[in-house]
Nanobody, 123 residues
Framework: VQLQASGGGLVEAGGSLRLSCAASGRTFSSYTMGWFRQAPGKEREFIASISWRGGITKYLDSVKGRFTISRDNAKNTVYLEMNSLKAEDTAVYYC?????????????????WGQGTLVTVSS
């Protein structure tokens, strides 16, 4: 599976962005998908994950109610809708695919990673 993340950019605090992650391959619908982020000088951090059918999701506590993960298996794409953005959300955002059947918050559970897209939130 190859993953291509897009949609990052510069936004003011309180604004919104939608990230997309397009996957190649015919088995996209069998993977649990996740979004992670990494700020300068910090470790990669779990943001959200969605099961292969989309019925089960997990979120980092600090983004609950602001971020929404979704997927369209017909388009081989997973999305991260981000609202009420804060300066502390500034990071490179990565999408990832896991062979597990359930959402996971653990980086090592993910088998494939996209290249990352930069989100900068100005305060």
């Amino acid at each position: 599976v190859q993953l291509q993340a897009s949609g990052g950019g510069l936004v003011e605090a309180g604004g919104s962005l939608r990230l997309s992650c397009a996957a190649s391959g015919r088995t996209f619908s069998s993977y649990t998908m996740g979004w992670f982020r990494q700020a300068p000088g910090k470790e990669r951090e779990f943001i959200a994950s969605i099961s292969w059918r989309g019925g089960i999701t997990k979120y980092l506590d600090s983004v609950k109610g602001r971020f929404t993960i979704s997927r369209d298996n017909a388009k081989n794409t997973v999305y991260l809708e981000m609202n009420s953005l804060k300066a502390e959300d500034t990071a490179v955002y990565y999408c990832a695919a896991s062979r597990l059947s359930m959402p996971s918050t653990t980086t090592s559970d993910y088998n494939y990673w996209g290249q990352g897209t930069l989100v900068t939130v100005s305060s």
